[in-house]
Nanobody
C-alpha cells in the first residue's frame, strides 16, 4: 500500500514536502511521483531507485524538487521548493519502477492535492 500526504495550499515561491508511506508488499525497483492537473493527463514528476537511490526528474521540476527515501525504505519524500501556480495538481506516489512512464507503475496511492496561489 502507498499512502501519500503533505499536500496543501501555498503561495507561489513557497515550499511543501510530500510523503508517501510504503507498507505491505516490498518495493523492488523504485518509486515515483506523478501529478495530474485539472483537464490534463497525469504526468511524471520524479522517481528514485530503491537499490542505489538514483533519481530522475521531469524538466519542469528539475532544480526545484528533490525526491528521497528514508534508510528504512518505508517512506518516499518529495521536497518541493520555489513552487509555481503551474505546479497545482493532484500528486500521486507509485511503485514499482524507476522509469518516467506511467504504465510501468503497478501500485498507486491516492493523491494528495497541491494548490499554489499566485
Amino acid at each position: 500500500q502507498l499512502q501519500a500526504s503533505g499536500g496543501g495550499l501555498v503561495q507561489a515561491g513557497g515550499s511543501l514536502r510530500l510523503s508517501c508511506a510504503v507498507s505491505g508488499r516490498p518495493i523492488r525497483y523504485g518509486a515515483g511521483w506523478f501529478r495530474q492537473a485539472p483537464g490534463k493527463d497525469r504526468e511524471f514528476v520524479s522517481s528514485i531507485s530503491w537499490s542505489d537511490g538514483d533519481t530522475r526528474y521531469a524538466d519542469s521540476v528539475k532544480g526545484r524538487f528533490t525526491i528521497s527515501r528514508d534508510n528504512a525504505k518505508t517512506t518516499v519524500y518529495l521536497q518541493m521548493n520555489r513552487l509555481k501556480p503551474e505546479d497545482t495538481a493532484l500528486y500521486y506516489c507509485a511503485a514499482d519502477s524507476l522509469l518516467p512512464s506511467e504504465p510501468m507503475y503497478h501500485y498507486w496511492g491516492r493523491g494528495t492535492q497541491v494548490t499554489v496561489s499566485s
